[in-house]
């Protein structure tokens, strides 16, 4: 681990942040404090397509009261009304099964956990993908970087040498997504576990409720929207790959989903596009579909006042609801330093009409 500001400074008026980046620089060196979770590509590997799959939300099944998981020792901060809890003093890893019930049910209520000084990232592989797949079958990415023997891990890897998913042609890298939108049946309740976080700050991610962007609309606007479909498709996504030498696991896909979906617990509706997956509303001529989808865009990445950003340090577990949610990663930090996280993503229901 690379010295902190405090240890760097030193007398005769020397450059705190030249060290600084020099620590770093070295640390980098040694490789990655989690090699096992190093990205994996293997141009061979494949996948077969994802056979349909019956599913219950386990949130279905929870105590509204959640006193398995908001026990007297837990403390609870809400980030915004709308979506985001920071939550201190539980374990994820030794929660009961009927705990990780009620966290099925806080996360669709309040869309995004951040949980903090969890022992998540040191459990083993087999441990971890068993939590996560109290909450459905895991996904396993058709093209990203994975551990090695291990698919179900999709790694999130950025440093000096290894920056898969720089775009130098692009001035602003927002890009609002719900992830792999295009299964059939899509994610849910969602982990993403830090191992490495850049000690200057930055690489957040940003969340927003996909909830409120709905209610903001008006209801004559809401009316127009129920029952419309919309294209999400991985085509991009695996060019965007093979172009840079990866791999192409599993076939791309398409697949109608409902612009406006309901969650199978809470029962509130949501907005179901999203600019990374999202290609146009079935039914619609080209230019009515780029008009719409433009204006859901706008909508969705403009509301400041129902979005939240995540703050990282190593041990922070973020379990988010991926059908009322959309985010976006932060590209705000120098590549010098080291960001390596891990998703995993249970897959759900297949989209409810709203």
């Not at 077969?48 to 901060?77: C, Q, Y």
């Not at 850049?198 to 996909?210: A, I, M």
Request: charge should be negative; aromatic fraction near 10%; charged fraction near 25%.
């Amino acid at each position: 681990m690379a010295p902190s500001v405090a240890e760097l400074q030193t007398p005769g008026g020397v450059d705190v942040i030249t060290n600084l980046k020099h620590a770093v620089k070295e640390n980098l060196k040694t490789g990655p404090s989690y090699p096992f979770y190093y990205p994996h590509f293997d141009l061979e590997e494949k996948f077969p397509p994802i056979e349909p799959f019956e599913f219950t939300d386990p949130g279905s099944r929870a105590n509204p009261a959640k006193p398995h998981l908001l026990t007297a020792n837990t403390t609870t901060h809400h980030l915004s009304p709308y979506l985001g809890t920071e939550i201190t003093g539980v374990q994820i890893s030794q929660l009961t099964p009927e705990g990780l019930d009620e966290l099925a049910l806080y996360t669709a209520e309040r869309k995004v956990l951040v949980f903090r000084d969890q022992d998540f990232k040191d459990l083993s592989p087999e441990r971890q993908i068993e939590i996560a797949s109290h909450f459905g079958p895991i996904q396993k990415h058709p093209t990203s970087g994975n551990a090695k023997g291990f698919p179900e891990f999709h790694v999130v890897y950025r440093d000096t040498e290894h920056d898969r998913f720089g775009d130098p042609d692009r001035a602003n890298l927002t890009g609002w997504h719900s992830d792999v939108s295009y299964e059939r049946q899509t994610p849910g309740t969602t982990f993403f576990f830090i191992l490495e976080q850049p000690e200057t700050g930055g690489g957040d991610t940003l969340f927003l409720s996909q909830v409120e962007a709905y209610n903001r609309l008006s209801p004559e606007f809401q009316k127009r929207l129920e029952g419309l479909r919309a294209v999400h498709s991985a085509v991009a996504q695996a060019e965007f790959s093979r172009k840079r030498g990866g791999p192409i696991r599993r076939e791309p896909i398409e697949t109608e989903h409902p612009v406006v979906r309901v969650h199978p617990v809470t029962g509130e509706k949501a907005l179901y596009v999203n600019q990374g997956f999202t290609r146009r509303i079935v039914g619609f001529k080209t230019e009515e579909s780029e008009y719409l989808l433009k204006f859901l865009f706008d909508h969705i990445a403009k509301g400041a006042d129902f979005q939240i950003r995540g703050t990282y340090q190593p041990g922070t577990v973020v379990v988010w609801d991926n059908r009322v949610t959309a985010h976006s990663a932060t590209r705000d930090f120098d590549k010098v330093h080291r960001r390596h996280a891990v998703r995993l993503t249970p897959q759900a229901e297949v989209p409810i009409p709203g």
